[in-house]
């Protein structure tokens, strides 16, 4: 019985990883065709000088 649990487990744990991909491309990615990472929303950064930390009393 213990056995089976074990074997339960393992199995529950390798169909999660196949799920998110640990195995190579997730099947729910398959058939997409990714951005490069240049093109990811540059218009959203903003440059600028730091804000200094606020002084605790």
Do not use: D, K, W
């Not at 074997?7 to 640990?22: D, H, P, T």
């Not at 398959?30 to 093109?39: A, I, N, V, Y």
Request: charged fraction near 10%.
């Amino acid at each position: 019985m213990r056995f089976l649990l074990t074997l339960a487990v393992i199995a529950n744990l390798a169909l999660l990883a196949y799920g998110q991909g640990f195995f190579g491309l997730p099947p729910a990615e398959q058939g997409r065709t990714p951005r490069p990472l240049s093109q990811r929303n540059q218009q959203v950064l903003i440059l600028g000088a730091p804000i200094p930390p606020a002084a605790n009393p």
